[in-house]
C-alpha cells in the first residue's frame, strides 16, 4: 500500500479528507485524469464529474466501517482497477445478450460495446449524443444530489461514457421490452450512466443486462440508472448480471415514483464475480406499489449484494420485497434491506422476505432488514430464512423414481422459480429462468 | 413376489430396535394387510421397503422376484416397480404436479427402457387416470400437494402409483385423514390397480380400509414382528378385541 496523500492540498492534519490509500484508488483517479478530456458532456458535465471525481478522492472505495457496505468491504476486495474503456468494435445484439434471450428482444435493444451505444433503437437514445444537444431534464438528472452520498455512486459519475436516455411520453404503452446490454472486451472497465422518465399512465418494461462471461478475461463495471416513475405509470424494470471469477459489478438504481404508479423491478445475479446491487425507491405519490424480486445463483468465491432502502415519504404505498438466493461452495449474498416509513406515511403495507439455499457448508448468506417506522398506523413485516436442500423432499422425488441429482436440481429449480414467477411476461421469464438454470448446472 | 426375511431394522443414529426379525411373502397378485397397533413398526416397515435413510438394516433381508433391493436407492427401486403411497404426502412448492409427475414416469421409463412419453402422451395419459380419481386437471398445475386436503393428498398419490404403473404397492395408512367419500375413490383406484402382476401390501390401523380393499390375507404386526397371519375376517376380529392380546398391555 502507498500512503501517498491523492489530493494532497486536502489532506492536512485534522480535516476530513482522507487519502487515497490503496492501489485502485489511485489507479481510478489516474485513469479519470487521462481519460477526463475525451469523456461526453459540455462544460457542466465535466464540472460534475470533476467534483464527483474530488467526492470520491476524499471518501475513497467503501470499506465494511461504511454500514452499506459492511458485508462488501470494496477497498479491501477491490484491489485493481481496468482500463477505462471508451469504445470500441460494435457487437450485435445477439452476441450480446447470450444464448437465453429470443430474437425477438434484438430489435428493441441497444448494445453499448466497450462503453459506447453502438445505435440508438427502440425509443431509446443514446447519452453521450444527447447531452451534446442538452435537454435539460438529462442534465437536472445527473446532478441530483442524492447520487453523492455513495463512492461507489460518484464513481460512475465521474467516468460514464455513455447510456441509455429513455424518455416515455405520457400515456404511451411500449408493446416490447427495451432492452440495454452491456458487453465489452476482456481486462476493461465499462461504467455507464441510464436516464429514464416514464411519462403518467405510460407502460413500458425496461431490461438491462451486464455479462461478463463470453471471455475468460476480466470486466469491471458500472452501470447506474436513474429513472422518475408519472402518476399512474406502470412500469417493468428487469437487471440481468452475469459475472465470472474476479470480475467486479457495481449497479445501482435510483427510482423516484409518482403516485398510484405500479413498479416491478426484478433482478437476477449468477456467477462467480463481485457483485453489488444497490437500490434505492422513494415514494413520493400515494397508492403506489413497490414490488421486488430478486433470484441470484452464486458459486466458487462469489460474492453477490442487494441493497435496497424504500423511502415511504407519503401515506398509503405499498411495498413487496421477496429475494432468493441459492449459495454453492463458499459462496457468500447479502440482503440488506431497509424500509423506512416517514412520519406522515400512514397505512403503508411493507413486507419483505430473503431466503438462501445452502448448497454449500462454507456458503454464507447475510441478511440484514432494517426497518425504521416513524408512523404509527402501518402494517410492515420482514422474514429471512436459511435452508439446505431438504432431505425429506428428495426421498419424496427418489422413491417416484427420480434420479437423486434431478431431485436436487428440481429443488433447486422450484426454490428459484418461485422468485423468477414474478415477471409475467413469458419470454423474460423464460430467459431469466434459462440463465439460472445454467447457472445451477455450472 | 416379496419375500422379507428375518427383517431386523434400527434407527440409524439411535440405538432404538424398531424390527426385530420380521418376515413376511406377499406373492404376486395379492394383496395382504398389515395391522398393528400404534408404534409397531408399520410405518417404518413401508419406510425400508422404499428405502428411506435413517433406518439400519442389521439382519436379514428384502426380495423383490428374487433379487435384493437392500443396497439400491430408491430410484432403483422405484424402477423395479416398488411404490409406497405416504401416510403424509409432501408438499414441494414451486414444482408443478405436471412437471413431478412427467419427470418422474419418464424417469422410471427410461430406467425400464421404455420409450419415454411425449408431451401429447403425457397429457393423454395423465388425463385418463386423473379423471378416474376424480382429480380436476386444473389441480395438477399447481405445485405437488401444496394448499391439498388431506383427501386431494392421497387422490394424489393414488395418481402417482397409476401413472408409474408400479408392480409392489405399498400403502402407508393411505385411509388416515379421508372421509367417506373420498375413501371410496381411494379405494376404487387402488381395486383398479389390482392385477395378476401385481402384490400390495396396505398397511392400516383401522379395519374399515379392508371393506373397500379386501385383503387376501390379513398379518398382525406388533413389537417388531409378525405375530399372527389371517385370512380377512382377522381384521374383524382385531376390530372387536383390539390389539392387547399381542402387546401384553390392555387396550
Redesign the interface.
Known amino acids: 500500500m502507498d500512503a501517498t496523500a491523492a489530493v494532497s492540498e486536502k489532506a492536512g492534519r485534522g480535516m476530513t479528507v482522507q487519502v487515497l490509500s490503496t492501489k485502485a484508488e489511485q489507479a481510478i483517479l489516474s485513469s479519470f485524469e487521462a481519460n477526463a478530456a475525451k469523456l461526453p458532456g459540455g462544460a457542466a458535465v465535466a464540472a460534475l464529474r470533476q467534483a464527483a471525481m474530488g467526492a470520491f478522492a476524499s471518501k475513497g472505495l467503501p470499506s465494511r466501517r461504511v454500514e452499506d457496505f459492511k458485508y462488501t468491504d470494496l477497498k479491501a476486495n477491490v484491489k485493481d482497477v481496468l482500463p477505462l474503456a471508451t469504445g470500441g468494435a460494435a457487437v450485435d445484439a445477439a452476441t450480446a445478450f447470450g444464448a437465453h434471450f429470443g430474437p425477438e428482444f434484438a430489435a428493441n435493444a441497444v448494445v453499448f460495446a466497450d462503453g459506447r451505444g453502438v445505435a440508438a433503437a427502440g425509443g431509446a437514445t443514446l447519452l453521450a449524443s444527447v447531452l451534446g444537444q442538452s435537454p435539460g431534464w438529462v442534465e437536472a438528472a445527473l446532478s441530483d444530489t442524492a447520487l453523492s452520498a455513495s463512492a461507489d455512486l460518484l464513481l460512475n459519475t465521474a467516468l460514464f461514457t455513455d447510456g441509455a436516455v429513455i424518455d416515455i411520453s405520457a400515456g404511451a404503452e411500449v408493446a416490447d421490452p427495451i432492452v440495454l446490454v452491456a458487453s465489452a472486451k476482456d481486462n476493461a472497465m465499462t461504467a455507464l450512466r441510464h436516464v429514464i422518465r416514464v411519462g403518467a399512465g405510460a407502460k413500458v418494461t425496461i431490461v438491462e443486462v451486464d455479462r461478463a462471461r463470453q471471455g475468460v478475461g476480466l470486466r469491471q463495471s458500472s452501470a447506474l440508472t436513474q429513472m422518475v416513475v408519472g402518476d399512474g405509470a406502470e412500469v417493468v424494470h428487469i437487471k440481468v448480471v452475469e459475472t465470472n471469477k474476479g470480475s467486479l459489478h457495481l449497479g445501482h438504481w435510483q427510482v423516484n415514483l409518482g403516485a398510484n404508479v405500479t413498479y416491478k423491478p426484478f433482478q437476477v445475479t449468477v456467477g462467480e464475480g463481485l457483485v453489488r446491487n444497490g437500490l434505492n425507491v422513494l415514494f413520493n405519490g400515494q397508492h403506489s406499489t413497490f414490488d421486488y424480486g430478486a433470484a441470484s445463483v452464486v458459486h466458487g468465491t462469489g460474492h453477490a449484494d442487494s441493497t435496497l432502502i424504500v423511502d415511504h415519504k407519503v401515506p398509503h404505498c405499498t411495498s413487496r420485497e421477496l429475494f432468493k438466493t441459492v449459495l454453492d461452495d463458499q459462496a457468500r449474498a447479502v440482503f440488506q434491506g431497509r424500509v423506512i416509513v416517514r412520519p406522515d406515511a400512514q397505512k403503508t403495507d411493507g413486507k419483505q422476505m430473503a431466503q438462501a439455499l445452502m448448497l454449500s457448508p462454507d456458503a454464507e448468506f447475510d441478511s440484514k432488514p432494517e426497518l425504521e417506522i416513524y408512523a404509527d398506523d402501518v402494517v410492515c413485516g420482514h422474514g429471512s430464512t436459511v435452508a439446505e436442500i431438504d432431505?425429506?423432499?428428495v426421498?419424496?422425488?427418489?422413491?417416484?423414481?427420480?434420479?437423486?441429482a434431478?431431485?436436487r436440481a428440481?429443488?433447486i429449480?422450484?426454490?428459484i422459480?418461485?422468485a423468477i414467477?414474478k415477471v409475467e411476461h413469458e419470454g423474460l421469464r423464460q430467459a431469466l429462468s434459462g440463465i439460472a438454470r445454467d447457472s445451477l448446472t455450472a | 413376489m416379496l419375500e422379507i426375511k428375518n427383517l431386523n431394522v434400527k434407527l440409524a443414529d439411535e440405538d432404538k430396535v424398531i424390527l426385530k426379525g420380521l418376515s413376511l411373502t406377499v406373492p404376486k397378485g395379492e394383496v395382504h394387510a398389515i395391522m398393528g397397533p400404534n408404534g409397531s413398526g408399520k410405518s417404518t416397515l413401508a419406510y425400508v421397503l422404499?428405502?428411506?435413510?435413517g433406518y439400519e438394516v442389521t439382519d436379514g433381508d428384502i426380495l423383490w422376484n428374487g433379487d435384493s433391493i437392500l443396497e439400491m436407492?430408491?430410484?432403483e427401486?422405484?424402477?423395479k416397480g416398488v411404490?409406497?403411497a405416504?401416510q403424509y404426502?409432501?408438499e414441494?412448492?414451486?414444482?408443478a404436479g405436471l412437471?413431478?409427475l412427467r419427470?418422474?414416469?419418464n424417469?422410471?421409463r427410461k430406467?425400464r427402457e421404455q420409450a419415454e412419453m411425449t408431451t401429447p402422451e403425457f397429457m393423454k395419459f395423465v388425463k385418463e387416470k386423473a379423471a378416474k380419481l376424480n382429480i380436476d386437471y386444473e389441480m395438477l398445475k399447481r405445485?405437488v400437494n401444496v394448499g391439498f386436503s388431506g383427501g386431494e393428498k392421497k387422490r394424489s398419490e393414488i395418481l402417482?402409483m397409476a401413472m408409474?404403473e408400479p408392480t409392489l404397492c405399498v400403502l402407508d395408512e393411505t385411509d388416515s385423514g379421508l372421509d367417506i367419500d373420498a375413501l371410496k375413490i381411494v379405494s376404487d383406484g387402488v381395486n383398479a390397480l389390482r392385477g395378476p402382476d401385481r402384490a400390495m401390501l396396505v398397511i392400516t390401523h383401522y379395519q374399515r380400509l379392508l371393506n373397500h380393499i379386501v385383503p387376501d390375507k390379513v398379518h398382525v404386526l406388533a413389537d417388531g414382528r409378525i405375530q399372527k397371519t389371517g385370512g380377512k375376517e382377522l381384521a374383524l376380529e382385531l376390530e372387536k378385541s383390539g390389539y392387547a392380546e399381542f402387546t401384553g398391555k390392555a387396550a
Not at chain 1, 426421498?395 to 437423486?404: A, E, N
Open positions: 432431505p425429506d423432499l426421498f419424496y422425488c427418489t422413491s417416484r423414481g427420480i434420479p437423486t434431478v431431485a428440481l429443488l429449480e422450484s426454490f422459480g418461485e414467477d | 422404499a428405502g428411506r435413510d436407492e430408491p430410484d427401486r422405484a424402477a411404490f409406497l405416504f404426502p409432501m414441494i412448492p414451486g414444482v412437471t413431478f419427470t418422474a414416469t424417469a422410471v430406467k405445485p402417482q408409474l
